[in-house]
């Protein structure tokens, strides 16, 4: 069963930078697809970036150019870098996993309902 356990969140200003990473275990098979989502108070859940089985990654209009994603699989690690952060990046930030594979062809890991998620991590972003 897929373990994922997010970390590095936090308050920043705005126009600052924060790092998430989400620690996953399980069989490789079944973290072919990651992704990072968000929901903030009030709202609905909304994709923001995902990286397939080949690397392919995919992001969120309203992050792209400002956020990374990657993978590390010998360190069983997944990170999300943001940067040049604003108000409403303020959230919840929830890494997800699934056993997809080359899911992020047509964007379509950020439509993928994944099966495995983590408890979340609240980023904030001050004006």
């Known amino acids: 069963q897929v373990r994922l356990v997010e970390s590095g969140g936090g308050s920043v200003q705005a126009g600052g930078s924060l790092t998430l990473s989400c620690a996953f275990s399980g069989k490789p098979y079944e973290t072919f697809c990651m992704g990072w989502f968000r929901q903030a108070p009030g709202k609905g859940r909304e994709a923001v970036a995902g990286?397939?089985?080949?690397?392919?990654?995919s992001y969120s209009s309203s992050v792209k150019g400002r956020f990374t994603i990657a993978k590390d699989n010998a360190e069983n690690n997944l990170t999300l870098q943001m940067s040049s952060l604003k108000p409403e990046d303020t959230a919840m930030y929830y890494c997800?996993?699934?056993?997809?594979?080359?899911?992020?062809?047509?964007?379509?890991?950020?439509?993928?309902?994944?099966?495995?998620w983590g408890a979340g991590i609240q980023v904030t972003v001050s004006s």
């Open positions: 990286i397939d089985s080949n690397y392919k990654t």
């Open positions: 997800a996993a699934d056993n997809e594979l080359q899911c992020c062809s047509g964007d379509y890991c950020l439509e993928l309902e994944y099966g495995s």
